[in-house]
């Protein structure tokens, strides 16, 4: 059983995950009854073992072609001892809720944002600062050093092995009226905004009402007027229709949220040495993988906004932007100090 203390707001999600902790044991229960498998993932006759892994986005979007060549390489690493079950489109739950599932371990593994993570793994915030990295390049220079790594191995303590990243893109703002165009624009818009408190505090920054809401409910909030913008990727943008409501799509690209893919501790220290091997060895190369597949697909993403008639402005002097926001860096900031020493020195590397 995994001793370790939560965060203090991981404490807090403790509450609600025991809910799906409780529903997954009277599911091990029943499945057990009829010859299954347990919650650290079903047993074959063979003596493989198959884990479930969490997936919000639907079935041909960037991350679960990642998760999904993550999943055929273990397979192959394992020579078969290990299968993993994919469920897309959120089958196990919102982000939130599969992130808890797997801190419980209810479920084996997820590919998660690092914004809710940061509940979880304090340093994960530091990639919800915003304006933090100057693009892909940069970003992924900082999650391939020892820096990067050192950051993933901070999930050990919350009950998680870190096992890599997955590109995230770059997060912009959207909306269904005003067009954001400069920093006073967001003033007054009620904007969603993931649970991480970095990014409730960057839109009140810019003079907007943060509005925390699952993903799922984005859509029909956008379009009762719930909201008035949110802010997301391209891929995420479209894939998800929020453009049928939110014609204005603003290319500020204030946020690398790096995406992270996780197995429950437990779990991965059940593992014997080889199969924990083959892990590793499967997510450091579907990261490549799943980097070229979010490439292309922003690409066609955005000739498809354009189809769609949205109207898309380019932030190209993000100075303001940043001047606006700094406050945001300054309060959150203040314990990664190491981690943005790194972000900096490798601005220009």
């Given amino acids: 059983m995994n001793t370790s203390t939560p965060t203090p707001v991981a404490r807090r999600s403790l509450f609600k995950a025991g809910a799906f902790g409780a529903a997954a044991v009277a599911g091990g229960l029943a499945l057990s009854a009829c010859g299954g498998g347990s919650l650290r993932g079903s047993g074959g006759g063979d003596g493989s073992k198959t884990f479930k892994l969490a997936e919000t986005h639907p079935d041909d979007y960037p991350t679960t072609?990642?998760?999904?060549?993550?999943?055929?390489?273990?397979?192959?690493?394992?020579?078969?001892?290990?299968?993993?079950?994919?469920?897309?489109?959120?089958?196990?739950?919102?982000?939130?809720?599969?992130?808890?599932?797997?801190?419980?371990?209810?479920?084996?593994?997820?590919?998660?944002?690092?914004?809710?993570?940061?509940?979880?793994?304090?340093?994960?915030?530091?990639?919800?600062?915003?304006?933090?990295?100057?693009?892909?390049?940069?970003?992924?220079?900082?999650?391939?050093?020892?820096?990067?790594?050192?950051?993933?191995?901070?999930?050990?303590?919350?009950?998680?092995?870190?096992?890599?990243?997955?590109?995230?893109?770059?997060?912009?703002?959207?909306?269904?009226?005003?067009?954001?165009?400069?920093?006073?624009?967001?003033k007054g818009l009620k904007i969603r905004v993931q649970e991480s408190q970095v990014q409730i505090d960057f839109v009140k920054a810019l003079g907007g009402s943060p509005t925390p809401m699952d993903y799922g409910e984005v859509y029909s909030s956008l379009q009762s007027g719930l909201l008035d913008g949110a802010e997301n990727n391209e891929p995420s943008y479209y894939s998800a229709s929020h453009y049928e409501v939110a014609k204005n799509y603003t290319l500020d690209r204030h946020m690398r949220v790096a995406e992270v893919l996780l197995i429950n501790k437990d779990t991965w220290d059940g593992l014997e040495a080889k199969d924990q091997e083959a892990l590793q060895k499967a997510a450091d190369e579907a990261a490549p993988f799943q980097r070229e597949k979010w490439d292309a697909q922003v690409e066609a993403d955005l000739e498809k906004l354009r189809g769609e008639g949205v109207t898309i402005n380019e932030i190209s002097d993000l100075a303001p932007w940043r001047e606006a926001t700094r406050s945001v860096i300054d309060k959150h900031g203040s314990d990664l100090g190491e981690y943005i020493a790194a972000v900096e020195e490798l601005r220009t590397a």
Avoid: C
Avoid at 79 to 100: T, W
Avoid at 123 to 130: C, R, T
Avoid at 149 to 155: F, Q, S, T, V, Y
């Fill in 65 to 186: 072609l990642g998760d999904k060549k993550f999943a055929e390489l273990a397979e192959k690493y394992s020579e078969g001892r290990i299968k993993i079950q994919v469920y897309p489109n959120a089958q196990l739950g919102e982000e939130s809720d599969a992130i808890e599932q797997v801190q419980m371990g209810s479920i084996e593994m997820t590919r998660i944002s690092s914004a809710p993570m940061g509940e979880f793994v304090p340093a994960m915030g530091l990639f919800s600062l915003p304006y933090l990295f100057d693009d892909a390049d940069h970003l992924w220079r900082f999650l391939e050093s020892e820096s990067g790594k050192k950051l993933l191995g901070e999930a050990d303590g919350a009950g998680f092995k870190g096992l890599g990243y997955f590109d995230p893109g770059a997060r912009s703002f959207y909306t269904s009226q005003k067009a954001i165009k400069a920093p006073g624009d967001v």
